[in-house]
Nanobody
Framework: VQLQASGGGMVQAGGSLRLSCAAS?????????MGWYRQAPGNQRELVAA???????NYADSVKGRFTIYRDFAKITVSLQMNSLKPEDTAVYYC????????????WGQGTQVTVSS
């Protein structure tokens, strides 16, 4: 399983960005859970949002109401729509996937930088 993330960039506070992550062909049987983590300098990696094989979502409290996670089961992709971005959202964002709906970390994509200026 390989995950390819895209969509990071720089935006002013209040703006929006959309991150996308695509799993390699043939990965469907190995993936149930998909999501996004982020890591800011000096901080631990934290879960931002996740979506399981039943479409149930989980969000960090800090992004609830601003971020929305989407999943295309057929294309094995996961996207993160980020609205009302704040400077504290600045981090490297990582796509992750797992064969279990109760874990998220068996597979990782490369990080994509999100920078929010004030």
């Amino acid at each position: 399983v390989q995950l390819q993330a895209s969509g990071g960039g720089m935006v002013q506070a209040g703006g929006s960005l959309r991150l996308s992550c695509a799993a390699s062909a043939g990965s469907r049987d190995y993936i149930n859970h998909m999501g996004w983590y982020r890591q800011a300098p000096g901080n631990q990696r934290e879960l931002v949002a996740a979506i399981d094989s039943n479409g149930r979502t989980n969000y960090a409290d800090s992004v609830k109401g601003r971020f929305t996670i989407y999943r295309d089961f057929a294309k094995i992709t996961v996207s993160l729509q980020m609205n009302s971005l704040k400077p504290e959202d600045t981090a490297v964002y990582y796509c992750a996937a797992d064969g279990s709906d109760y874990a998220l970390g068996s597979y990782w994509g490369q990080g994509t930088q999100v920078t929010v200026s004030s």
